[in-house]
């Protein structure tokens, strides 16, 4: 797999440029479920700054006067009320709607109060009684007032106008009328844009003609008659508007602006209108002239005009990124992504700086909305940056624990598994410990017996495949009960347990048990399958020792070595040298014995005093782990045997020489037995002196 690091930046440049390209591809194919997500989602995220993002400022001298509910309805009148007003007579005597005289009345009243300008969001397209009186009342007033025509779009765009006994044809060309519908996005269904003018030809689906007629909506036509033609844009586009917020002209019951009492206590008795521009139009849920936007599902109509006049009046219009800014954007943050993820090399940081860009260019948008009004292309952008940088990363992670894993089972030919598994997992606790600690571990020893002198003998090439062959087995269950491989010495082994990480002092020294017995039945079998292939069989030789030690990296400053020293370490090698003295495969310390007397059964061997040490050491050897099949005749026998040895170390030849001759009726060639049969008979014709303990002394290595 070394071609994956080879062609590196080219692997993460081509899944950087697949997820560009797809984002590209989603521009192009906006038909695409799939592919036009991103851009669909940066819809919705643009509607989000919309709501977050700063608003068009509410104006004061706009006034919504709505058909609510409680003016449909009216609150109870007395007989008193009615006689004295003539709105209330004109609206008790029939429900809604009413006759349009009360809609002359209403403009006289506004206009007797100072309004500037009045604008209806009600279809009057049907005559009605009281038509009359109200065509007066818009000719007294034709400059301050305007009237809501309709484009019914239905097979074809179908004029509904206020009905000639109110306006004389052609309506739309009266600057009195304009058209109040809002063109919803076809998708969702929500309106986000504001035409102030449309013409003909463009509602019939036909392309501009210079003999197409233009007709004004409603809230330019208000514009316009205030004086502010030159704030309407002129063309026949769509105008993303900047929304005010949504309870900007919350609507106030029409019904009020009659009633003495209200006229009076919520309108100044009418100095509330003095140069007001005033929206009438529906309110109440029944009439249903809602708008959905990205601000409500249930914006009302008449407050939508107003929001699209503030808007026009503070020209805060809303610009799209153009399409190839947009374009570039996305192919800069795969580019940004690919150099952070190819050149950085640190994870934990292109995470961070990934973070960093998105919160940034995040903040950027809003920054550009509140500010600019620009609409700065922003889910496409980051997803390629996220989704480039992530996989990307994704890519990293696999390649770094593909070589991890490459060195692992490098370092793993020639260094302890454990240890290696504590070097790359938490290197910083492994290489503070090489500078020295003390701590209590277990150590193996083993070696060959006459290996030396089978290699003088031996076919070079055969000697060290069989050897390899041996190392592999040991090293196998070394590694398999938790050991740390210190080193080869030739054909000797060292293993240590509890100087990397301990599992505590008895179970370090429990499994350093099981790995020599493993070790020994490892030896039996390689032994049957050598002698099967006519190959000579070897002998081993272990020695094991509990102690407290030093662990540290010792060397020279050419070559350094993470190894143990101290007397334990030096007890354990001598242990191994005294097999061969005392015919036993593996001597283990009476610091080890007692950790694993409970798994393991154990047969004394000698007191000995080795080269270096003042003290003498009890030492045993490992008969079989308990619970494992064994022979439960030498261990019943085996308990004659500790007795004999008991017998021997208190002076008592004569009764140990009768209970080890006992034991080698039935194990005639146990070498342990012979020997100390051997000296009771020597001491019991020839008795020790008083200070003999049943030392043995050894003065060599």
């Given at each position: 797999m070394n071609w994956l690091g080879r062609y590196r930046l080219l692997i993460l440049a081509s899944i950087c440029i697949f997820w560009t390209g797809l984002i590209f591809l989603g521009h192009f194919l906006p038909m695409t479920p799939f592919l036009s997500a991103p851009w669909r989602g940066e819809q919705s995220f643009e509607d989000l700054l919309r709501k977050e993002g700063r608003k068009t400022e509410t104006r004061s001298d706009f006034v919504f006067l709505g058909l609510d509910q409680s003016t449909l309805e009216l609150p109870p009148l007395t007989a008193e009320e009615i006689a004295n007003n003539r709105a209330f007579q004109v609206m008790t005597e029939r429900p809604f709607p009413w006759s349009r005289e009360i809609w002359a009345l209403l403009l006289d009243r506004l206009f007797s109060a100072g309004a500037r300008l009045v604008m209806f969001d009600v279809m009057f397209d049907q005559q009605k009684d009281g038509d009359p009186a109200f065509h007066a009342a818009l000719d007294r007033y034709r400059d301050k007032v305007v009237l809501a025509a309709n484009f019914d779009m239905g097979k074809a765009a179908q004029e509904v106008t206020p009905n000639n006994a109110l306006i004389p044809p052609p309506q739309l060309q009266d600057d009195r009328v304009g058209f109040v519908n809002f063109w919803a996005d076809p998708i969702d269904g929500k309106v986000r844009s504001v035409l102030y003018h449309v013409t003909n030809r463009q509602l019939a689906g036909l392309p501009p003609h210079p003999s197409q007629e233009i007709y004004e909506s409603l809230s330019g036509r208000a514009l316009t008659k205030i004086g502010r033609a030159s704030d309407v844009p002129q063309d026949s586009d769509g105008h993303m508007i900047r929304f005010s917020a949504v309870d900007a002209y919350e609507p106030r019951p029409l019904y009020e602006v009659f009633d003495p009492k209200f006229w009076h206590a919520n309108y100044a008795d009418g100095a509330f209108f003095k140069d007001k521009i005033v929206m009438v139009g529906a309110s109440a849920q029944i009439l249903h002239d809602v708008v959905d936007t990205p601000m409500s599902p249930a914006t009302l109509g008449p407050g939508l005009h107003l929001q699209a006049m503030a808007a026009a009046l503070g020209h805060e219009y809303l610009q799209p990124t153009p399409p190839k800014v947009g374009l570039a954007l996305v192919g800069a943050a795969g580019l940004v992504a690919w150099s952070l993820v190819a050149f950085l090399r640190r994870p934990l940081l292109c995470?961070?700086?990934?973070?960093?860009?998105?919160?940034?260019?995040?903040?950027?948008?809003?920054?550009?909305?509140?500010?600019?009004?620009?609409?700065?292309?922003?889910?496409?952008?980051?997803?390629?940056?996220?989704?480039?940088?992530?996989?990307?990363?994704?890519?990293?992670?696999?390649?770094?624990?593909?070589?991890?894993?490459?060195?692992?089972?490098?370092?793993?030919?020639?260094?302890?598994?454990?240890?290696?598994?504590?070097?790359?997992?938490?290197?910083?606790?492994?290489?503070?410990?090489?500078?020295?600690?003390?701590?209590?571990?277990?150590?193996?020893?083993?070696?060959?017996?006459?290996?030396?002198?089978?290699?003088?003998?031996?076919?070079?090439?055969?000697?060290?495949?069989?050897?390899?062959?041996?190392?592999?087995?040991?090293?196998?269950?070394?590694?398999?009960?938790?050991?740390?491989?210190?080193?080869?010495?030739?054909?000797?082994?060292?293993?240590?347990?509890?100087?990397?990480?301990?599992?505590?002092?008895?179970?370090?020294?429990?499994?350093?048990?099981?790995?020599?017995?493993?070790?020994?039945?490892?030896?039996?079998?390689?032994?049957?399958?050598?002698?099967?292939?006519?190959?000579?069989?070897?002998?081993?030789?272990?020695?094991?020792?509990?102690?407290?030690?030093?662990?540290g990296n010792i060397g020279s400053q050419e070559r350094m070595d993470p190894t143990v020293i101290g007397d334990a370490v030096n007890l354990a090698s001598r242990l191994e040298g005294l097999t061969r003295i005392y015919g036993v495969d593996m001597l283990v310390g009476a610091s080890v014995a007692e950790l694993v007397r409970d798994e393991v059964y154990l047969r004394s061997v000698a007191r000995v005093q080795v080269k270096g040490k003042t003290k003498p050491v009890d030492v045993f050897t490992f008969v079989a782990a308990r619970g494992e099949e064994t022979d439960l005749e030498f261990l019943k026998w085996l308990e004659t045997y500790e007795e004999a040895l008991e017998k021997f170390r208190g002076r008592d030849f004569t009764d140990a020489k009768i209970l080890f001759s006992r034991f080698l009726e039935f194990y005639p060639d146990d070498l342990l037995a012979k020997m100390y049969l051997q000296r009771a008979l020597e001491y019991e014709q020839a008795p020790p002196d008083e200070a003999w303990e049943a030392i043995e002394v050894f003065q060599k290595k």
């Open positions: 995470v961070g700086a990934l973070v960093v860009l998105t919160a940034t260019y995040l903040g950027t948008a809003r920054l550009f909305y509140d500010k600019a009004g620009l609409l700065l292309l922003t889910v496409p952008v980051l997803l390629a940056l996220v989704l480039s940088g992530s996989f990307s990363l994704g890519f990293e992670y696999f390649l770094e624990r593909l070589e991890k894993l490459r060195t692992r089972r490098t370092l793993e030919r020639y260094v302890s598994k454990n240890l290696v598994k504590e070097i790359l997992d938490n290197p910083d606790s492994y290489y503070s410990s090489l500078r020295g600690v003390r701590v209590p571990v277990t150590i193996l020893f083993s070696d060959l017996i006459g290996f030396t002198t089978l290699a003088e003998k031996a076919d070079p090439e055969a000697l060290v495949a069989q050897l390899n062959e041996y190392l592999s087995r040991m090293t196998s269950e070394i590694f398999s009960n938790g050991g740390t491989l210190d080193k080869f010495i030739g054909d000797a082994i060292m293993a240590v347990w509890g100087n990397v990480r301990s599992l505590g002092t008895a179970q370090d020294a429990k499994c350093c048990a099981r790995a020599a017995l493993g070790m020994r039945r490892q030896l039996s079998q390689l032994n049957q399958t050598w002698r099967e292939q006519g190959r000579m069989g070897l002998g081993m030789g272990i020695g094991v020792n509990h102690g407290e030690v030093i662990v």
